[in-house]
Nanobody, 123 residues
Framework: QVQLVESGGGLVQAGGSLRLSCTTS????????MGWFRQATGKEREFVAA????????YYADSVKGRFAISRTNADNTMYLQMNNLQPEDTAVYYC????????????????WGQGTQVTVSS
């Protein structure tokens, strides 16, 4: 099974930026779409962003569109989430995810989860 490992979470003041990374054991012979979800205390896990295998297609939740940018570099099997203008409402555990198609990620049909990384945004 593909293995996902997140990093880059931390504490940041409102208006600041963080970049999350997710490394994967994904094989080029079995391409996978990748994405990010987050789960805040007392809330359901929600979709944040997704990117297709080649990076040509991306999707963003309305709440982060224009502030977050997802990208990937398949040469080193790494996906990124650049988060700008962070707000307290962005505080959550962020999870890397993989699926066979990007539309599956949009439907929360995740095949593999990472362990999560905490992002905390202070006022």
């Amino acid at each position: 099974q593909v293995q996902l490992v997140e990093s880059g979470g931390g504490l940041v003041q409102a208006g600041g930026s963080l970049r999350l990374s997710c490394t994967t054991s994904e094989r080029t012979s079995r391409p996978m779409a990748m994405g990010w979800f987050r789960q805040a205390t007392g809330k359901e896990r929600e979709f944040v962003a997704a990117i297709s295998w080649r990076g040509a297609t991306t999707y963003y939740a309305d709440s982060v569109k224009g502030r977050f940018a997802i990208s990937r570099t398949n040469a080193d099997n790494t996906m990124y989430l650049q988060m700008n203008n962070l707000q307290p409402e962005d505080t959550a555990v962020y999870y890397c995810a993989a699926a066979s198609e990007i539309l599956r990620l949009r439907e929360r049909l995740v095949d593999r989860w990472g362990q999560g990384t905490q992002v905390t945004v202070s006022s």
